[in-house]
């Protein structure tokens, strides 16, 4: 009896340690898969000599480190393993304005740059993640600061945006780098909404024509701006430029 008692236990204890395997994973069984980042973004596009203010579609695609993917509404990109870009496709340059929050690799904001007129880069393109929210009150964009991007790059020209307390746009213009005053042109909130309509805001010789974006990353608001100057000129440049 006490041979067969022995016999028992130990059959007993041998199927407690499969069903223990079995319930916690193991004897062969597979992990969840793992959370893989989106591997296509939607973009709202805005062109820089658009006769109107208004954006089309865009979108880029994440096909893998070196795989060349290609942009719509132009050009395409390639990003390496150390995640550095490269651009193509007709364009000569572009510039990632923060990287998306569902894809690093993709950026929430770009640039993209062609070569025309005799300038290398010029700004042509701009696109903003559709998981961005237009923001139409100046009084939400109270107390924040913007710097200039322009033609692909951070403007070496002492520039700024920002927004006082009652909502007014004040775009700030310094002579060079030991002005510490400058000089600051002051927008109403009337401004601000002419601003955001499809013809802008007409100055002496330009319009100007600004849309506020803003989305959410890590429980913090970013904010960014999309302003296009249209010449009212004949022959007159037309330019696109992003305050981050």
Not at 38 to 49: G, M
Not at 132 to 137: E, G, K, Q, S, W
Request: hydrophobic share 35%; glycine share 10%; charged share 15%.
């Amino acid at each position: 009896m006490k041979n067969i008692s022995r016999i028992s236990y130990a059959n007993i204890s041998s199927l407690c340690i499969l069903f223990a395997l079995s319930a916690c994973g193991g004897g062969g069984s597979t992990s969840a898969p793992s959370v893989q980042p989106v591997l296509s973004k939607d973009y709202v596009a805005y062109h820089f000599s658009a006769p109107v203010f208004q954006s089309t579609s865009g979108k880029m695609n994440d096909l893998g480190a070196g795989v060349s993917s290609a942009i719509l509404p132009k050009g395409s990109f390639t990003y390496d393993a150390s995640g550095q870009y490269s651009w193509g496709g007709g364009l000569s340059g572009g510039i990632v304005i923060y990287p998306s929050s569902e894809n690093p690799r993709l950026p929430f904001a770009a640039m993209l740059c062609e070569s025309m007129n005799q300038i290398d880069k010029k700004g042509t393109y701009v696109l903003i993640g559709t998981d961005a929210t237009r923001v139409t009150n100046p009084i939400e964009l109270a107390g924040q600061r913007f710097v200039n991007v322009s033609n692909c790059a951070e403007s070496r020209k002492p520039e700024l945006i920002n927004f006082d307390a009652q909502g007014n746009l004040l775009n700030t213009i310094f002579l060079n780098t030991d002005d510490q005053i400058g000089t600051t042109l002051k927008y109403s909130l009337a401004d601000f909404a002419q601003m955001q309509t499809s013809e802008g805001l007409n100055l002496t010789s330009y319009s100007m024509r600004l849309h506020a974006y803003k989305r959410v990353v890590a429980g913090q608001t970013q904010f960014i701006l999309v302003e296009q100057t249209k010449s009212l000129r004949a022959g007159g440049s037309d330019y696109i430029d992003i305050w981050k």
